[in-house]
């Protein structure tokens, strides 16, 4: 029987909100905290378990637009921000993604997608040996869409 003899306790809130701005135009946005408080047992032989809270954000939020435009075109945005995880050496960074879509007809769309466009790359997870970190890079990239 394995165990790393740890115990802890974690706390949490999360908000989110939406608001019809006018009729075709809409925001959306919601706040997550989190709280870890973990702790070993003194018999405890494992070093390495407490750095689980530093392997998640204390805190994330997203804010959301969607945007209905003439000539059947829709504006889509989003801005993140999510905390640092510094039990992986990765730190905060915010993300904006952007998609403008055509409707050509009512089960076809095109679109144009850009993601993670404040930067070229960042890191997102740390992975478990540190040296080969998660990134995200900027994207940019066409959706065809049919419905039937």
């Known amino acids: 029987m394995f165990g790393n003899k740890m115990h802890g ?3 949490g809130a999360e908000v989110s909100a939406d608001w019809n701005v006018v009729n075709r135009w809409k925001l959306s946005g919601s706040y997550s905290w ?3 408080s973990l702790h070993l047992d003194p018999s405890s032989l494992d ?8 392997e998640s954000p204390r805190h994330q939020f997203q804010v959301r ?4 435009l003439p000539q059947r075109l829709e504006f889509d945005s989003e801005l993140y921000y999510v905390d ?3 039990a992986m050496r990765v730190p905060s960074y915010e993300r904006v993604d952007a998609r403008l879509a055509w409707h050509a007809r009512e089960s076809i769309e095109l679109a144009v997608v850009g993601q993670n466009l404040l930067d070229d790359r960042h ?3 740390g992975g478990i040996d540190i040296t ?6 900027r994207s940019v990239y066409g959706e065809l869409t049919w419905r039937f």
């Open 84 to 86: 640092s995880l510094p």
């Open 65 to 68: 637009s969607y945007l209905t």
């Open 47 to 54: 070093a390495s378990s407490t750095a689980a809270v530093g």
């Open 9 to 11: 306790q974690t706390y």
């Open 132 to 137: 080969s970190p998660t990134q995200a890079k």
């Open 123 to 125: 890191f997102e997870f």
């Open 34 to 36: 989190l709280k870890m």
